[in-house]
């Protein structure tokens, strides 16, 4: 099997910030500590559209994406689903199983949390902000029929998720094409 790797690492409007260099960040404890240029705020002092992450740190996989635009039959843009960091060279889904376990990730070390749950914005293209994909039934069918398969009971049948949280337990720097390994 091939090594895992970080394939991008990117923030968006909606977590208010953007990165200014998004090859490589330093990872607080508070999730990226350096590296950001902030949004204007409006003049109540809010990021329209903003949102706040149970989790500083969340990740998702190329696989996964790709596994999801499968079912969908389209192609589906990654920023929907707002991740800081999008692996590349596991198998779809594995990041799903790293759920209490810590990872290595370039020199900072974090451990993985519960999968991100997911609302009607992923529904919307990131660029117009038009809802364009059910993507939310698609996510729904895919675990349904990934649970089926493996014979496994599904304790919330009502969640939709995608992708991981994370908590950083030691800060560090991450950059694009580094190995994750278990720490």
């Not at 977590?15 to 109540?44: C, M, W, Y």
């Not at 060279?89 to 990041?95: K, M, T």
């Amino acid at each position: 099997m091939s090594a895992i790797r970080t394939r991008t690492i990117a923030t968006t409007p909606v977590k208010g910030t953007a990165l200014d260099f998004p090859a490589a960040v330093q990872l607080g404890i508070g999730g990226v500590a350096d590296n950001r240029s902030f949004h204007l705020i409006d003049e109540r002092g809010h990021l329209p559209g903003a949102a706040v992450d149970v989790h500083p740190v969340t990740i998702s996989s190329a696989e996964s994406l790709a596994a999801v635009a499968e079912v969908a039959g389209a192609d589906v843009d990654g920023r929907r689903f707002r991740m800081l960091i999008e692996l590349e060279g596991g198998e779809p889904f594995e990041e799903e199983g790293w759920t209490g376990r810590t990872r290595r990730i370039g020199s900072a070390r974090a451990r993985v949390g519960d999968s991100v749950g997911r609302c009607a914005v992923i529904t919307q293209d990131p660029d117009t902000a038009g809802a364009d994909l059910p993507l939310l039934k698609v996510l729904r069918d895919e675990r349904r029929a990934r649970d089926s398969a493996a014979r496994r009971p599904r304790l919330d049948r009502d969640s939709i998720t995608f992708g991981v949280y994370a908590m950083v337990t030691r800060a560090g720097r991450v950059s694009v094409g580094e190995a994750i390994a278990v720490a």
